[in-house]
């Protein structure tokens, strides 16, 4: 270190006094605070802060310490949904969380989120979370006692939901899925040929599906389902589940149950969610672990309750809490399957043989659960429920193996759900069973029996004097399905697929083939809500050439043809059950002869219509044509001498026109032969 | 409608022509045989014996005296109709798709498929001119780089060919300097055959995309549209009727899922003007390839997948048929 010593001295510097450093009297600083300290400033915490931002969520599981990570977790999983969780605190008293905690979000904005739509989510049996601003606490303890009008939402007209049903000339709707799933389109059936609704590219990634009344078109997309209708096809609801694959609507239409094998986990279930259609929310979410048998929950008629089955269990929920009715499963051993009948609250499920007691099938009654009737079946290996579809008939088709015998049979063990105690009748069939359906609205079914290629197809009538009649059989069908007319009395038996469309069309009141036709590699067909027309199609999924879908009156009488470049998907649009009651509708088939005439003139002033469009424009076509045409042989006319010049004066503009040039040629054709022996000369 | 059938292919028949006057039809298949029959009784006059690949095209001249064939063995050979001698040989690159003479008989013209590195080229010869012939030097050759021609006939002076592409669109081409004089683009997939009116002023297009279209030579003006459900094969025009008659069939891999009912594959009838399919023909085993009115309008012929070639003579009432107007 040098020496200071040497330094030279510095002028204005006194040795006792420390230099001033301090500002002189009046300076004004033109730096900012902003400026010097901006960042630091930024947090400062803010009186207000925050408190916007955080919610309560009540009825939160309290847990000991070995589970609060997992609860957290939980906890993260469903409120992260709305927004970045910032701050989350979870008040504790005696080793346990105290049941409410206070989560805070990045911004105003994802709180009112979390709470519209956390606000009553079912995490499970015991816990609904409540989620509420933080600051509403103060606003609800200081709520005026005057009462103000709440502010109206916007409404959001999407029209009239049930335009198609105005149609003048009643026609029903189907939509058309075509091009490979590309296009999409709802059609209005009439007999001469399709009019087109609407039509849009990739409205759907994979297919369509119409809600049981016919309200709404359900498309799918990978995020989820969008539900549109009114005359517009306005998007009306979207419904959020990524990867969703499957859907069912309640009969009623007011829930909505989705499935995606993408979102399930332990913590949260995801798998199956149920919503409300109207408001668009979630209602609740289940586990599934795999969806094999889809629909996996069953409604009642009514909407009122849904249930599923699992290993020995029964489970039943009500709407539109969502919970289990009286709060528990039931526990049924072995339970294989069950249905609801179409008519009533009861159920319908069968045990099967367990060491010694035997299989039974058993009717309840919800929500009373009072069993009303059970039935002891022996042998049994296997049975399947077929409601009537009006609740007025089951069916329960039970394959045995007799004692002794090595064979299998089916017996029909068909349950008169009208009549009191519910009798049970017994009908043996010998041969196997290929398929089976009840006559909507009608107390008769059809079977198919026997095996390819001697199939044969039976109906039978239930009658009111406790016996099953069988009223006629056909043998060697060529069929593999049967197609009731929603209206009852008539039907088509089909051969689907392998059996190359062979279809036949039936009238069950005697019984008789109305008409026998065949639609090649026929993949399915259709019956229209009102059971007037048949549409039998080819889809591209199935069959790649020959897409098309044919229509049918409903005697089997073919009216049209419509190709479709890569035909996938024909549905018709359901209708909503009728507003007349039993003594309106026998008004009107009272009349029906007045109506009658009065819609054959409309047809045949319309027909006539049709074949004058056609006559007229046939006319015009033919007669540009030949305009066209003579002028053509004007020009043709005009280019005679260029003609004969390339051809070296040989004119060749009539096959005749050479004569004089023609060699006569004499060939000689064989034409018959014929060998007399040569015998003794008489 | 009694139809003659002519058995003289094992493999898939790919074209038949009949002559100017209709005596006589040539055919010419994938098994590298070229006949020629009387049409009057389906017997066979001869063959051109030489081609060592599937021949894919034949013409024959105003005069019957020449006949013309193009065939994937890469080459283009003209024969003497009446002796079956091989008249000349033009070796090619690739395969020959399409082929032709025009109306004077003395300009030839074939064209050459997109083939292993070779591009799809449109040759004229003159046959006056022996040298073009002997040096195998067309006096044009026109590239086709974006789209192959995949059919082509002559236009109603010999002043341009017409040709159709495998995209689809239709092109003519001068026979002068080779340059394309019009071009127009109605079908969406690839045209599998064009055929000429007798009068030469209309062509009909038969092609992948399940329709058959009217053009008109000189402007290329569409003037009619017919629809199927399956790709088109081949379509011809009626000398007499104002009728088309349309064969087709499927992608070879679906012929066998397809109804097997025996004779199912159909040519079918549409009235031209109206634009109505009003008949159909059963009787192939298989996909229809090619199709062609007899210049006299009373008979026509189909040659099929199946290797037969069958002629059938119109009953009275196809005469007098008339569709509702």
Known sequence: MRDTENMPAEAEFDEDEEPSFSDPED??????????????????PQEADGIDSVVVVDNVPQVGAERLEKLKNVIHKIFSKFGKITNEFYPEAEGKTKGYIFLEYSCPAHALEAVKNADGYKLDKQHTFRVNIFTDFDKYMNISDEWETPEKQPFKDFGNLRHWLEDADCRDQYSVIFESGERTGIFAND?????????????????????????????????????????????????????????????????????????????????????????????????CESSAHWPIFKWSHDGKFFARMTQDTLSIYETP???????????????????????????????????????????????????????????????????????????????????????????????????????????????????????????????????????????????????????????????????WSPQGQFLVLAGLRSMNGALAFVDTSDCTMMNIAEHYMASDVEWDPTGRYVVTSVSWWSHKVDNAFWLWTFQGRLLQKNNKDRFCQLLWRPRPPTLLDVEQIKLIKKDLKKYSKIFEQKDRLSQSKASKELVDRRRTMIEEYHAYRENAQKIYQEQRVLRLDLRGGVDTDELDSNVEDWEEETIEFFVNEEIIPLGEQV | MRPILLQGHERSITQIKYNREGDLIFSVAKDTVVNAWYSANGERLGTYNGHTGAVWCVDVDWDTKHVLTGSADNSCRLWDCQTGKQLALLKTSSAVRTCGFDFSGNIIMYSTDKQMGYQCFLHYFDLRDPSQIEDNEPYVKVPCSESKITSAVWGPLGEYVIAGHENGEINQFSAKSGEIIKTVKEHTKQINDIQTSIDLTMVITASKDNTAKLFDSYTLDHIKTFKTERPVNSAAVSPIMDHVVMGGGQEAMEVTTTSTRIGKFEA???????????????????????????????????GGEDGYVRIHYFDPQYFEFEIES
């Open chain 1, 191 to 287: 007999a001469k040929e399709p009019i087109v609704v609407e039509e849009r590219a990739r409205w759907t990634e994979t297919y369509v599906r119409w809600s049981p009344r016919g309200t709404y078109l359900a498309t799918f997309h990978q995020r989820g389902i969008a539900l549109w209708g009114g005359e517009k096809f306005k998007q009306i609801q979207r419904f959020s589940h990524q990867g969703v694959q499957l859907i069912d609507f309640s009969p009623c239409e007011r829930y909505l149950v989705t499935f995606s094998p993408l979102m399930d986990t332990k913590d949260d279930p995801q798998a199956i969610i149920i919503w409300d259609v109207l408001t668009g929310q979630k209602k609740r979410g289940f586990h």
């Open chain 2, 268 to 302: 079918r009838f549409f009235h031209a003007a109206f634009e109505e399919e009003f008949g159909r023909v059963k009787g192939h085993f298989g996909p229809i390839n090619c199709v062609a009115f007899h210049p006299d309008g009373k008979s026509y012929s189909s």
């Open chain 1, 27 to 44: 300076f004004v600083d033109d730096v900012t605070e902003e400026e010097l300290l901006g960042d630091l400033l930024k947090e400062k």
């Open chain 1, 321 to 483: 809490s969502m919970g289990l009715l009286d709060k528990k499963s039931l526990k049924i051993t072995g339970i294989k399957d069950f249905s609801w009948s179409p008519g009533d609250n009861i159920i319908a499920f069968w045990v099967p043989e367990d060491k010694d007691i035997p299989a039974r099938v058993t009717l309840m009654q919800l929500p009373s659960r009072q069993e009303i009737r059970v039935r002891n079946l022996f042998n049994v290996v296997d049975c399947k429920l077929h409601w009537q579809k009006n609740g007025d008939y089951l069916c329960v088709k039970v394959d045995r193996t007799p004692k002794g015998t090595q064979g299998m049979v089916t017996n029909f063990e068909i349950f008169r759900m009208r009549e009191k105690q519910v009798p049970v009748d017994v009908v043996e069939m010998k041969e196997g069973i290929i398929a089976f359906a009840w006559e909507p609205n009608g107390s008769k079914f059809a079977v198919l029996h026997g095996e390819s290629p001697r199939i044969n197809s039976s109906f039978y009538h239930v009658k009111n004097n406790g016996k099953i009649e069988l009223i006629k059989t056909f043998d060697k069908q060529q069929a593999n399905s049967i197609f």
